[in-house]
C-alpha cells in the first residue's frame, strides 16, 4: 500500500514541475482492491504529503467524502466504469484552449497521433467515463484533461503526452501552416 501513496506524490511532483497543474488546481486517484486512494480538496499536487491523499471505498459512501478532491465522483465513475485503475485530472493551458475550439483534439505529431489518437472535448464531467472508454484522455471544455490507465504513470503520460501535442498544435496555428 505504501507504494500507491509514493506513486501520487511523484506523480502530483511531475505533474506541477511540467506546469500540467497550477497550485491548487488538479487531483490524482488510484484504486486497490476495494479502496480508492484519492488527493484531498484544496492539496498542492507539487508537494503533496501522505496526509494529502485520503483512502477511501471504491463503492459507496463515507464521511470522509467530503474532504476528498471535489472530483471524488468523477474519479469513481472512470474507474467503475472503465475498468481502469488510475486517474489523473489536470489543467494544462494549451488543452484548455484548444477545448474552446472543437469537438475533439486531433494530434498532428507522429507521439500525439500513434500514443493518442483523437481525443474528445466534452461539456460536462458526466460524459467523461463514457468518453474514456473510447479515449485515453479527455478535454472537458474550458475545464481541464482527465485521463485514466493500469497505473497513475500511464495515465499521466497521456496527459503529458496531450498537452505537448496541443502546444505543437497552437504552434501550427500561429504559424500558419
Known amino acids: 500500500m505504501k507504494f500507491v501513496y509514493r506513486e501520487i506524490i511523484r506523480v502530483g511532483k511531475l505533474l506541477y514541475r511540467e506546469g500540467l497543474v497550477d497550485a491548487r488546481a488538479g ?3 488510484s484504486s486497490l482492491g476495494n479502496d480508492l486512494f484519492i488527493t484531498r480538496t484544496g492539496s498542492f499536487l507539487g508537494d503533496l504529503t501522505r496526509g494529502d491523499i485520503i483512502k477511501l471505498p471504491l463503492k459507496g459512501e463515507t464521511v470522509l467524502d467530503e474532504r476528498a478532491s471535489s472530483e471524488l465522483e ?11 485503475k488510475a486517474v489523473v485530472h489536470a489543467h494544462p493551458q494549451s488543452c484548455v484552449v484548444l477545448s474552446f ?8 505529431d507522429s ?11 466534452v461539456e460536462s464531467t ?5 468518453a474514456l472508454r473510447e479515449c485515453k484522455a479527455v478535454v472537458v471544455r474550458g475545464h481541464g484533461v482527465f485521463s485514466a490507465g493500469k497505473s497513475l504513470w500511464e495515465a499521466y503520460s497521456y496527459v503529458s503526452c496531450l498537452e505537448r501535442s496541443c502546444k505543437i498544435l497552437l504552434w501550427d496555428k500561429v504559424l500558419g501552416r
Open 101 to 108: 475550439y472543437s469537438a475533439f483534439i486531433k494530434p498532428i
Open 27 to 29: 487531483n490524482l486517484s
Open 111 to 121: 507521439e500525439g497521433r500513434q500514443i493518442l489518437g483523437e481525443v474528445y472535448v
Open 74 to 84: 468523477v474519479h469513481r465513475r472512470i474507474i467503475l466504469e472503465t475498468g481502469s
Open 126 to 130: 458526466d460524459e467523461v467515463a463514457e
